[in-house]
């Protein structure tokens, strides 16, 4: 069996409106019906999507940021809106490793920041 690949031509589409005033699009023009011709030509260009929001990954190379950073880090353990205390140096560095694995979990095998 031999397929063979060719390219896509414009094509002639042809557009109306029902006494519904539902617009309509076919490859032949409707009887009786006023038509618009329509030439689609399906090379055209295409706008590039936009990438797609992940909020877990925004939120992971977030917390990776703050944690890198040389600042005091807070913790809110009863999540009032206060910081009851500071991390610890070594609490700071569990929760950068567990935030760098976040980025790689959620960010699709994104790049780790490097510290600073």
Same mark, same amino acid.
């Given at each position: 069996m031999l397929a063979v690949a060719l390219p896509a031509a414009a094509s002639k589409v042809y557009q109306w409106k029902d006494a519904n005033g539902v617009t309509h699009y076919a490859d032949s023009p409707p009887p009786g019906q006023k038509v618009t011709d329509r030439t689609l030509d399906p090379r055209a260009p295409v706008a590039p999507a936009k990438p797609v929001v992940n909020a877990d990954c925004s939120n992971a190379r977030s917390n990776l940021t703050i944690l890198k950073g040389s600042g005091p880090v807070g913790l809110d353990a009863d999540?009032?809106?206060?910081?009851?205390?500071?991390?610890?140096?070594?609490? =700071? !560095? %569990?929760?950068?490793? =567990? !935030? %760098?694995e976040a980025v790689k979990t959620y960010c699709e095998g994104g790049p780790v920041m490097p510290a600073r």
């Open positions: 999540r009032d809106g206060k910081h009851e205390r500071e991390l610890t140096p070594a609490e =700071r !560095a %569990e929760r950068t490793a =567990r !935030a %760098e």
